[in-house]
């Protein structure tokens, strides 16, 4: 049985460490998020809306630049600063559909803005994984 998990866990290592990883970083966003929200700023507010969701992904991504390198994809690029670049650009493009989304969901809909993040946060994370992929941790192989 161990063995046999041992097995599936390498077979997908990539895969399980993303999980583990996104959800990580899905708690660093939400929980910074909400610090922003309960703080500082009205969720209310569409530019305050938008401050609290940057504030909070710009935490997210700092820790999930760190944790993706070393533990999802293992990188061994010694070109550090273009990596995180190209890492960073990526996360942009899936920041900006978050924020469409959130605005969508909490301004237009008027869902509350904390069950709206929340589910945002799989499609985010979905997304950020291909292009991790694809376009980021992509070996020279």
């Known amino acids: 049985m161990i063995q046999t998990i041992k097995q599936l866990y390498f077979r997908y290592k990539e895969l399980i460490n993303y999980v583990?990883?996104?959800g990580l970083t899905t708690v660093v966003s939400l929980v910074s998020y909400y610090f922003?929200?309960?703080?500082?700023?009205?969720p209310q507010d569409l530019f305050q809306l938008m401050a609290a969701n940057t504030f909070s992904w710009i935490c997210a991504v700092s820790f999930a630049y760190i944790t993706n390198r070393k533990f999802v994809f293992e990188s061994k690029s010694t070109d550090k600063l273009r990596e995180m670049l190209k890492f960073f650009n990526a996360r942009v493009f899936t920041l900006l559909i978050e924020m469409a989304c959130m605005t969508l969901l909490v301004n237009i809909l008027h869902w509350y803005d904390r069950i709206s993040k929340f589910v945002v946060q799989f499609i985010v994370m979905a997304l950020n994984y291909i292009f991790s992929k694809l376009f980021v941790f992509r070996s020279k192989e």
């Open 36 to 42: 922003f929200t309960t703080v500082f700023l009205d």
């Open 20 to 22: 583990i990883i996104g």
